[in-house]
């Protein structure tokens, strides 16, 4: 049975950056992983998707040009750095996976192993 666990939270200011981690444990996890967010109030929502190689990476709107995510196979992790915090990206950031697929996927209905999730609050 695969684990994801994240780490990497916290408090920062707008305008810092923070590098969140998501490590399965358990196995080798050969799939296509993302990372999902969801703000007090709101639904959860995609944020990022890296396929199973690292290739392909696929972002939304609002995060696009300042989130990147990366994939190590050493260390059978992926990452989410993110740069220029915005307020609006306070959220609990959830790790996600798709045993059953390579490919990207911007769709949560798709994945089927999820972190516990870890909170990034971003502070004027």
């Known amino acids: 049975q695969v684990r994801l666990v994240e780490s990497g939270g916290g408090l920062v200011q707008v305008g810092d950056s923070l590098r969140l981690s998501c490590t399965a444990s358990?196995?080798?996890?050969?799939?296509?992983m993302g990372w999902f967010r969801q703000a007090p109030g709101k639904e959860r929502e995609f944020v990022s998707s890296?396929?199973?190689?690292?290739?392909?990476?696929e972002y939304s709107e609002s995060v696009k040009g300042r989130f990147t995510i990366t994939r190590n196979f050493d260390d059978n992790a992926i990452y989410l750095q993110m740069n220029n915090l915005e307020l609006e990206d306070t959220a609990v950031y959830y790790c996600?996976?798709?045993?059953?697929?390579?490919?990207?996927?911007?769709?949560?209905?798709?994945?089927?192993?999820w972190g516990q999730g870890i909170q990034v609050t971003v502070s004027s």
């Open positions: 890296i396929n199973w190689t690292g290739a392909e990476t």
């Open positions: 996600a996976g798709r045993k059953a697929s390579y490919f990207t996927s911007s769709s949560q209905g798709e994945y089927d192993t």
């Open positions: 358990g196995q080798i996890f050969a799939g296509a």
